[in-house]
């Protein structure tokens, strides 16, 4: 990927900034204290990276009530060595580490519940930065010569990235502001302005050669605009 294309990509130490929380392909604000991130159900691979991340933490939580379960086997049996007080032992740090486990896991979801605004951002950063990667993977094409298009269209995808990267910043700007304290609202009319002004950039973009392999990009950058735009406006007048 060139520079200029890597300079555009949101990378995930931005996001951090940009947010004030930890953002990962799983979770916000980390796997302690944070949420779900709710696109995490539409990937396979993201539901399996995030089975396997259960069934880690689960054998963690296990390990540690271990030392609950002996303790109560302790107190409550004569001798340790026997099989059914093994098996007590082994229920009791197993319903302990379930209990935890649900516990966990239901924080987290009404943790999601709050910062439903972010996670649908965050949504739109993904296919930004999918659009990103298409572009370095069609310039990679042309230098192949296995593609031919024009490279005013090539310019116009990419003012039109800068343009919904912008808006992605403002709103996420503007999430963390309303999120962390509601009155700035100098800050947040700001923000939305530029929002406003962006979309309209996108909107009057125009391609010049429709069988480019750049248009369906432009449009593509063109709808995070207008989702970035509608989900602001949404959470703003919450």
Same mark, same amino acid.
């Given at each position: *990927?060139?520079?200029?294309?890597?300079?555009?990509?949101? &990378? &995930?130490?931005?996001?951090?900034?940009?947010?004030?929380?930890?953002?990962?392909?799983?979770?916000?604000?980390? *796997?302690?204290?944070? &949420? =779900?991130?709710?696109?995490?159900?539409?990937?396979?691979?993201?539901?399996?990276? #995030?089975?396997?991340?259960?069934?880690?933490?689960? @054998?963690?939580? #296990?390990? #540690?009530?271990?030392?609950?379960?002996?303790?109560?086997?302790?107190?409550?049996?004569?001798?340790?060595?026997?099989?059914?007080?093994?098996?007590? #032992?082994?229920?009791?740090?197993?319903?302990?580490?379930?209990?935890?486990? @649900?516990?966990?896991?239901?924080? *987290?979801?009404?943790?999601?519940?709050?910062?439903?605004?972010?996670?649908?951002?965050?949504?739109? @950063?993904?296919? =930004?930065?999918?659009?990103?990667?298409?572009?370095?993977?069609?310039?990679?094409?042309?230098?192949?010569?296995?593609?031919?298009?024009?490279?005013?269209?090539?310019?116009?995808?990419?003012?039109?990235?800068?343009?919904?990267?912008?808006?992605?910043?403002?709103?996420?700007?503007?999430?963390?502001?309303?999120?962390?304290?509601?009155?700035?609202?100098?800050?947040?009319?700001?923000?939305?302005?530029?929002?406003?002004?962006?979309?309209?950039?996108?909107?009057? *973009?125009? @391609?010049?050669?429709?069988?480019?392999? =750049?248009?369906?990009?432009?449009?593509?950058?063109?709808?995070?605009?207008?989702?970035?735009?509608?989900?602001?406006?949404?959470?703003?007048?919450?």
């Amino acid at each position: *990927m060139n520079p200029e294309l890597k300079q555009l990509t949101i &990378a &995930a130490k931005e996001l951090e900034q940009l947010t004030g929380l930890e953002v990962t392909d799983l979770f916000i604000g980390g *796997m302690v204290g944070g &949420a =779900y991130r709710p696109n995490l159900f539409k990937t396979r691979q993201r539901f399996l990276s #995030f089975c396997l991340t259960q069934l880690f933490i689960f @054998v963690l939580i #296990f390990i #540690f009530t271990l030392p609950i379960g002996l303790l109560l086997v302790r107190n409550h049996a004569n001798s340790v060595n026997d099989v059914s007080t093994i098996t007590w #032992f082994l229920q009791v740090s197993f319903s302990v580490s379930t209990v935890v486990i @649900v516990g966990w896991n239901v924080t *987290m979801a009404l943790k999601s519940k709050t910062l439903k605004p972010l996670a649908h951002l965050l949504d739109e @950063v993904d296919k =930004y930065n999918e659009i990103v990667q298409a572009v370095a993977i069609v310039e990679r094409l042309e230098a192949l010569g296995s593609s031919q298009t024009h490279r005013m269209d090539r310019q116009q995808v990419i003012e039109a990235l800068m343009i919904a990267r912008n808006s992605l910043v403002c709103g996420l700007m503007t999430e963390k502001i309303l999120r962390q304290n509601r009155g700035l609202l100098a800050r947040r009319v700001d923000l939305l302005m530029n929002i406003e002004t962006n979309l309209t950039t996108l909107k009057t *973009m125009e @391609v010049t050669s429709q069988a480019s392999e =750049y248009v369906e990009l432009l449009n593509e950058a063109l709808q995070i605009g207008i989702s970035v735009h509608q989900e602001v406006q949404q959470f703003s007048q919450r």
